[in-house]
């Protein structure tokens, strides 16, 4: 017996726009200005929502990335305030649209505003601002999502990527943390296998596959993470502080090197699909 049965769909098409911010902090030397360090981090959060606990319905992103979005305004602020310029030429950008699926970096390699080939690295900082309180881990598992065992230490950050793509990269990443504030950095996620896949989940990919090599520094996920609860007074600023003054260093450090950081190793296969 056959049976037939109607259905309708409604489709609706709307175009939205939104805007990378890029700017260029020019080097000082001749010819190592026409090469790049690149910052980055994103500016958008997850918008609002009406289901959310009381009053406060905004997804508030302090950390997610507004500490990383500070972080960068802080280190054109310092490049701007300092004496003397970094040979290469410092390349801030802020990207949007990260959390629908890193449109703002993917849009940016794919219409680079400067020569691309020229970028000589890219630190990604997406999340610097929460520290685990050891009198309230929040252990996860068993369909827990709003954990906080996985969040990093007052001094200790997760750095991830660094080693992927360059030696030279990953020694200069740990050599200057070591030279000056040295935080603990934690690769537990600088790994291909990570089942939490952050290699993917921030701006550093679309450079990445683009050939670029990375390094991403993040706090690790807690309690607050795409809550409306991500508020300005969770932040460690001490820790961010120190985050940020060890990024600017690593910056101005690729800055000056006479080679560029050579790309050595071949990102794993399985690194370069999202
Ligand atoms: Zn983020």
Known sequence: MTKSATLSFNHSKENKWTQNVVALWEGSDPVLKNEMVAIGAHYDHVGT????????????????????????????EALA???TRPKRSILL??????EKGLWGANYFNKFPT?????VVAQLNIDMIGRSLDPNN?????QGIRRCNENLTKANEIYVIGSEMMSSTLGAVTKGTNNAYLKL????????????????????HFHYAVNGIPIAFWFDGVHEDY????DTADKI?????????????????????MPTRPAVDKQLPPELTRR
């Open 49 to 76: 929502n009406p289901n959310a606990p009381g009053d406060d319905k905004i997804w508030n992103g302090a950390d997610d990335d507004g500490s990383g979005t500070v972080a960068v305004l802080a280190i054109a």
């Open 137 to 141: 881990v929040i252990k996860c598992g």
């Open 81 to 83: 305030r300092s004496k």
């Open 226 to 229: 795409h809550q409306a609860s």
């Open 93 to 98: 950008v802020w990207h949007a649209g990260e």
């Open 184 to 203: 603990d950095y934690n690769y537990k996620y600088d790994d291909p296998n990570d089942t939490e896949r952050f290699f993917f989940r921030s701006d």
């Open 114 to 118: 400067v020569d691309i080939k020229n």
């Open 236 to 256: 460690d600023y001490q820790k961010m502080e120190k985050v940020t003054r060890t990024i600017f260093l690593t910056m101005w450090k690729l800055s000056e």
